[in-house]
């Protein structure tokens, strides 16, 4: 077995273990287009959700409901159809693999347009979708090294915007953030032990607080893969326990994210060349 053999096996398995175990939370959150059969859609501040919305395609799809059903089977069996054919070639071939980022970035617009399910999440599956576009290794590098940067820069941002903006250094701020996210569980009379755990943050914005610095600085942590590789095994369990934690805490199934966390794997690393920041072209 070959190393860029090797290499290309490890990135089909951890993509559509990611990619299916996705699709199956959204059949049993009912999320798929044709479980929800939209019978209308929404405008978002998105130009690229702008100009599906103006070629009529949601429109279409709302007068056509077969075509929800259309979509679903292209997310579901698109991947088998390359997985195939890898397995018979042993290497990535433009075609089918072009057809999965169309597929998978057309399905996350459509989400969000039809649902409403913003597509922070799905991010990490539309850019390691392009991994199986090319059989050259030089291009396949590149696209690891911007898939490793965009994993990085997700916590690396999201750190300086709640720095900029103040948000750690307001007491309250994690308690009123609690409360929004869990609205529907605190108001019922019938508390579980997660939702006893979420009345004593908020009644604690000290303590909470205290986890919402920690997470920040975890965040801003991974300013340090910009500049060396060396870290990567620490960032890529830091970023395990941090979507952990934040499913628990916030409820929010970021997971899918961790599909990019394979680009801060050993054997990537040792197997790709880091393309500097400058010389991404």
């Known amino acids: 077995m070959t190393e860029d053999f090797k290499l290309r096996k490890i990135i089909t398995l951890n993509y559509f273990v990611f990619y299916y175990l996705t ?13 929800v059969g939209p019978q209308f859609f929404s ?34 069996f698109l991947p088998l159809l390359i997985i195939f054919d890898f397995l018979r070639k042993k290497t990535f ?55 490793r940067y965009l994993f990085l820069y997700i916590f690396t941002s999201a750190a300086i915007w709640k720095i900029a903006r103040g948000a750690i250094f307001n007491v309250e701020e994690f308690s009123n953030i609690l409360i929004q ?37 975890l965040e801003l942590y991974f300013i340090i893969g910009f500049f060396t590789t060396r870290k990567d095994h620490l960032l890529l369990a830091l970023s395990i326990l941090f979507f952990i934690a934040d499913y628990f805490l916030m409820r929010i199934p970021f997971w899918p994210l961790l599909v990019l966390g394979v680009t801060l794997t050993k ?11 400058l010389q991404l072209k």
């Open 181 to 217: 996210q869990h609205a529907d569980i605190l108001t019922v009379p019938v508390q579980t032990a997660l939702g006893k755990y979420y009345f004593f943050l908020i009644n604690h914005p000290g303590v909470s607080l205290s986890l919402y610095i920690g997470a920040v600085v």
């Open 23 to 35: 699709v199956l939370f959204f059949f049993i959150s009912h999320k798929l287009l044709s479980q």
């Open 93 to 147: 071939s433009w075609f089918p693999g072009s057809l999965l980022p169309i597929v998978v970035g057309l399905y996350i617009l459509l989400q969000n347009i039809f649902t409403q399910q913003h597509p922070e999440m799905l991010i990490g599956l539309f850019a390691m979708a392009f991994c199986f576009t090319t059989s050259k290794q030089e291009r396949l590098y590149k696209i690891l090294s911007v898939c």
């Open 43 to 76: 405008f978002n501040r998105d130009l690229t959700e702008l100009g599906i919305i103006a070629s009529g395609l949601p429109k279409f799809m709302i007068q056509h409901p077969v075509s929800f059903l259309i979509a679903d089977s292209f997310l579901i």
């Open 267 to 277: 054997f990537i690393n040792k197997n790709i060349r880091l393309i500097p920041l």
